[in-house]
């Protein structure tokens, strides 16, 4: 305070807001409103509105309490006379957040999507892409039921980052079957972000960004603690996940949190046949410490990922002809199924990631500085069918070390931009013991990027620009011999983007955005060379691979009536893709190998395009009635081929009714949803004429029936949420084309999960 | 308060540095102890004769080099006692896997898979230590005349106990392939 008095600058702005139940849309009066940076408190009143006067420009976090409520924090960039709407979601939703809806502020509004609340709840227990599929637009790539990974708008793996508590996850995403190392636990919030903001972590964002976000550290002395527990009758999978925070009265500056999550599950059963070896155990924790005085804010985080995952048996492939009979049975083996245990054995992955992660914020006027500090380490070992029973050593064993540097700096000019810039370094390190798949490796990223906000009225213009310089060491020691397979690359990367948004009302806002991105070769994609035994195709990379250069240019609409008993939500997408690496099966030239023949697949490029829709309508008739319809769509194809692109999302539809009943005495927030997916056969297909492109054609349409019952009652003082959902209520037998396991067994039967959440808050 | 900055991120440094200090630092060395490269074959006459070798070789592994194999070219109307040898030839010294093999006998089998017009007959297996084929040697018969083809095909059983059963085709599902070579034959 001192510090932003002394700069003499003309302190009188205002700063008014309006906070509603995010649900209910209700006022929320008598919310408690903080700026502790200034030690100022208000209350809101009857209207849900509250006005600090005579502030300073600059940064401010807000604070925002109510009765029931989560404490939650949000910052807000003044350098004008601003109001904020925030909306507060209310105890059902109550790993909550607010969404602040600037109507003369600047406040970003780029391409984002956002899981939280009630609807992320529903996801406890079940994986990270699992979850963040529940967005409009992302869907899933599987491995079977326990391994998945995000698809945004048909592109997955390295082509979309994953940003983990503000550290760009660095682990093996170049696999099919290599699923994000992180706890969903840990996320108070997931979003989907495209445009802008995705220069914020770097120019190869091709898909988009996925942020995973804790919630904020305590902001009052006081602790508070959680415990989330689950049961999943399919697979008999069971989760605890704890979490406890303080913050002590004698050093109010200094908070911490300790998280930790232990999941397990036994074999996953399809309507007709359990699988053997798909169970799966995971242990997780976290530690996070923060310290905040004046204008200083610092944050220490490790996070410990650690999971077994078994994976079917009747899918391990000693060679072709072993691939097409498992394929020919339609049903597996036998031998395969019906063992109900949690045991799991070879071929099974042991995954574990380490983060330790700093971050020290400086606020100063209209300037923040920030530095980011982490240091990552990804084991992977995965074990294979052996010959030798005694053999217990994985067959690829590869670990990658990251550590980054980044420096920030945010400030503000004038009345309206707000700016962004930074730099950052990169440096890795990747060894490999056993079967050879990807290289030894080191590489330097240095990346440099500005992006620069303006608001004016009904206007919101964005744009940005990062560059990034990549080098690549590779060694590989060849079989039998002293000589090494050494590699040097050197890729220079260039992202940006510009979005433009504009408010015709308060009811409809249109939003452009054109983003330029472009991803360096992974070394799997330039130097991969070796049996992929999950497919049984041979691998051969292509060192020759230049970049990939990506123009994403999307519009999206909202609109709402004013009673907001309706509202649309759209986008529409064109992204085309030069030199989209990806692999093309040679029918004709068979690797010959002592066991067999394998079909040869190659990296290679071509001009792809992938455009689509996403559309969401949500309609009230009546108070309690919720009625959303989503809508996703995609095209992909090969431009040079003039054909479809392979594995990508097929239309899908889904519908969902809930109704929320009135609060009782001592019960509340109840609510019972019922939902209906329905899943287009994928009919866009690369075509078969120049040979074999697939080993089975894409799987028939299905629609699944979801349902949920929810509920808060109030026991021994303590607000308890329970939950029952039926996913695939019917149990029926289908198959998705995006999980590689389609060849050889259906998908999971109907599962029942109990969620159960318990909290325990003490503020002073 | 600027004290305190530095402090806080002279630890932070610090922390970074020594993370830093502690990985590990060697080369990219990949070593894959499953590889075969080379299965040949030692026919033997029963009675005498001339012992010959026919061989499929892989020196380099999977990928790489273009695997050689030979052509089995043998008497007509003659009996031939077959001894098989795995080899990877991958590793220094060259390791002899069919020693592997025995060990584990109960765990692994041998099929002979001889073409219609090869006029080679396979039998005489050797046995696990349940009785049940293995396959490491082998006694083959040849007719008159024949141009044809040969499939030996090492099944494994990877399931703990392996439930190795004598009517157990080449394709069950309790097992799966380590090896399938094809040779061309002859009969002269």
């Known amino acids: 305070m001192g510090l932003l008095m002394a700069n003499g600058q003309q302190c009188s702005l205002d700063l008014k807001g309006h906070i509603e139940d995010a649900d209910s849309k209700e006022k929320l009066s008598g919310a408690t409103v903080f700026i502790d940076s200034l030690g100022l408190v208000l209350t809101t009143d009857e209207r849900g509105d509250f006005i600090f006067k005579g502030l300073c420009p600059g940064t401010y976090r807000l604070r925002v309490s109510h009765v029931g409520c989560e404490t939650i924090e949000e910052e807000v960039a003044l350098n004008k006379n601003r109001h904020v709407d925030i909306n507060l979601p209310h105890l059902k939703n109550t790993l909550s957040e607010v969404t602040i809806n600037s109507l003369s502020g600047i406040q970003n509004t780029g391409t984002k999507n956002e899981l939280s609340g009630r609807a992320l709840e529903a996801t406890k227990g079940e994986s990270l892409a699992e979850a963040l599929s529940r967005i409009n637009g992302v869907s899933m790539l599987q491995t079977g039921s326990t391994i998945s990974k995000p698809v945004i708008h048909g592109l997955h793996s390295n082509r979309i980052l994953t940003i983990n508590n503000g550290v760009r996850q660095e682990g093996q995403q170049w696999g099919n079957e290599h699923a994000p190392e992180i706890d969903p636990y840990i996320a108070g919030k997931l979003t989907v972000i495209k445009g802008v903001d995705e220069l914020k972590y770097g120019s190869d964002a091709i898909g988009g960004v996925i942020l995973v976000e804790p919630k904020p550290l305590l902001g009052l002395p006081g602790y508070n603690a959680e415990l989330n527990a689950g049961y999943f009758t399919n697979n008999q999978l069971y989760v605890v996940s704890g979490l406890f925070e303080q913050q002590l009265k004698a050093l109010p500056a200094f908070t911490y949190r300790l998280q930790g999550t232990f999941r397990k599950a036994a074999n996953v059963t399809t309507p007709n046949y359990r699988l053997n070896n798909t169970g799966l155990e995971e242990q997780n924790f976290s530690v996070t410490a923060g310290w905040k005085k004046h204008q200083l804010n610092s944050e220490l985080f490790y996070s410990f990922f650690n999971t077994q995952l078994g994976i079917f048996k009747g899918a391990h492939i000693g060679n072709l002809s072993d691939l097409r009979e498992a394929i020919a049975g339609g049903q597996p083996d036998a031998v395969f199924t019906g063992q109900n245990t949690y045991h799991i054995e070879r071929p099974r992955q042991e995954v574990r990631h380490q983060i330790l992660k700093s971050k020290t914020i400086l606020q100063k006027g209209k300037h923040k500085y920030s530095l980011l500090l982490s240091a990552q380490i990804n084991d992977r070992k995965e074990f294979d069918i052996v010959r030798n029973s005694n053999n217990k050593s994985p067959q690829m064993d590869i670990s990658l070390v990251t550590f980054s540097e980044e420096l920030t700096r945010e400030w503000i000019t004038g009345k309206n931009f707000t700016h962004t810039a930074g730099i950052n370094s990169v440096q890795q390190e990747n060894q490999y013991a056993g079967r050879y798949f990807i290289p030894y490796y080191k590489s330097l990223n240095l990346g440099a990027f500005y992006i620069v906000k303006w608001n004016k009225e009904k206007w919101d213009i964005q744009s940005g620009v990062r560059f990034d310089q990549k080098n690549i060491n590779t060694n590989r020691l060849l079989a039998d011999s002293v000589v090494f397979d050494q590699y040097t690359f050197n890729f220079s990367t260039l992202g940006a983007s510009l979005n433009a948004g504009y408010a015709f009302t308060k009811q409809l806002k249109v939003n452009g955005t054109i983003t330029l991105a472009t991803r360096a070769p992974y070394v799997n994609e330039l130097l991969s060379n070796g049996i992929h035994h999950g497919t049984a195709t041979y691998e051969i990379g292509n060192i020759n691979l230049k970049e990939e250069q990506s123009i994403n240019t999307s519009l999206n609409m909202s609109w709402r009536n004013s009673s907001e008993t309706f509202s649309i939500q759209g986008t529409v997408y064109r992204n085309q893709i030069n030199n989209f690496i990806y692999q093309q099966p040679k029918p004709n030239e068979p690797v010959l190998t002592i066991a067999g023949a394998f079909p040869k697949w190659v990296y290679q490029q071509n001009n792809a395009v992938l455009s689509g829709t996403d559309i969401t309508t949500r309609l009230q008739p009546v108070k309690s009635l919720t009625w959303t319809i989503k809508y996703a769509m995609l095209r992909a194809t090969n431009r040079d081929l003039r054909d479809w692109l392979i594995r990508m999302p097929a239309d899908r539809i889904q519908n969902e009714l809930s109704w929320d009943f009135k609060d009782g005495k001592r019960w509340s927030k109840t609510f019972v949803s019922a939902e209906m997916v329905y899943i287009a056969e994928q009919t866009r297909v690369p075509d078969e004429k120049n040979g074999e492109q697939d080993y089975k054609a894409a799987p028939e349409a299905y629609t699944l029936v979801n349902a949920t019952l929810g509920t808060t009652v109030e026991l021994f003082k303590l607000p308890i949420t329970v939950s029952i959902t039926a996913r695939n209520m019917f149990n029926v037998v289908y198959r998705d084309y995006l999980n590689s396991m389609r060849y050889f067994t259906d998908e999971m039967g109907t599962n029942i999960q109990l969620r159960l959440k318990i909290p325990f808050k003490h503020l002073h | ?188």
């Open chain 2, 1 to 188: 308060m600027k004290k305190n900055i530095l402090r806080m991120s002279l630890v932070l440094v610090t922390a970074t540095l020594l993370l830093n200090a502690c990985k590990k630092d060697k080369p990219g060395e990949g070593n894959d102890e499953e590889v075969i490269t080379t299965m040949n074959l030692r026919f033997t006459p029963v009675g005498g004769g001339t012992v010959s070798n026919y061989t499929f070789d892989d020196p380099d592994g999977p990928g790489g080099a273009t695997p050689t194999k030979s052509v089995i070219t043998l008497n007509a109307s003659l009996t031939y006692d077959v001894q098989l040898t795995l080899l990877n030839k991958t590793v220094t010294p060259v390791e002899d896997v069919t020693t592997e093999i025995i060990a584990e006998a109960d765990a692994h089998r041998f099929y002979y898979q001889p073409s219609a017009t090869s006029a080679i007959n396979v039998s005489n297996l050797n046995n696990d230590g349940n009785g049940i084929a293995l396959g490491t040697t082998s006694r083959w018969t040849t007719g008159t005349t024949g141009l044809g083809t040969i499939r030996i095909t090492l099944r494994h059983y990877a399931s703990n106990p392996p439930n190795k059963a004598g009517a157990d085709p080449v394709d069950s599902p309790k097992s799966d392939t380590d090896i399938e070579v094809i040779f061309d034959t002859a009969i002269l």
